[in-house]
């Protein structure tokens, strides 16, 4: 028997993943992103091959994660979550910090980031997990606390397309 209301007692961060350069770039909202191993420090990203983001990430082998907090804007998250780069600028008005590799980072409604190079990658079907070896990060603000998908109320919808918060359990 597999319940799947389980699903929901199990905890998951709530991210903006970006690549790209200082003229192309994406970023789309993840709940799929953590830490495998400590030394070195790496993360995984599950990225479904259908995100616009995930074209960037291959072609350029880095990505950077920015952790939001309790109260960022919904606009955020439809911006990010639910509607593709393909069909608008979705970095357009936002604040974006380059490090290391070049590769924007989302700094709105951020309270931390990290910045991992990609040296390993596994095709699952669906979704590519990216494993990224830690190259930067940096607290933004350390007075605020990190939302995770089970802080967003059970009755929240996707601001811009209505999806409903089951919608995103399933990776
Ligand atoms: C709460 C939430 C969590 C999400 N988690 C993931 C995830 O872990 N992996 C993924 O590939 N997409 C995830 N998505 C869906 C992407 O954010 C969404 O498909 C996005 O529009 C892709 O943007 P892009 O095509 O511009 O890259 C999530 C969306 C929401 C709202």
Known sequence: MIDFNTLFK?????????SGDDKRRNGFISNTIFQVTAEPAQFAACVNK???TCEFIEKYGSFDVSALHQN????????????????????????????ETGV??????SIAF?????VQKFDVGTHMIFIGELIQAEIID???EDVK???????????M?????EDFIEI
């Open 161 to 165: 397309c209505g999806a409903e918060k």
């Open 104 to 109: 924007p980072i989302i700094m709105n409604d």
């Open 142 to 144: 350390d007075e605020k």
């Open 149 to 159: 998908l089970s802080d967003l109320p059970e009755d929240w919808t996707c601001p």
């Open 114 to 118: 990290i910045e991992c190079e990609v």
């Open 10 to 18: 199990t905890s998951y961060g709530l991210h903006i993943i970006s």
């Open 50 to 52: 259908n995100n616009y």
């Open 72 to 99: 960022t804007d919904s606009e955020i998250f439809g911006r990010f979550g639910n509607k593709s780069g393909r069909d608008f600028n979705k970095l357009e008005g936002i604040t974006l910090k380059y490090c």
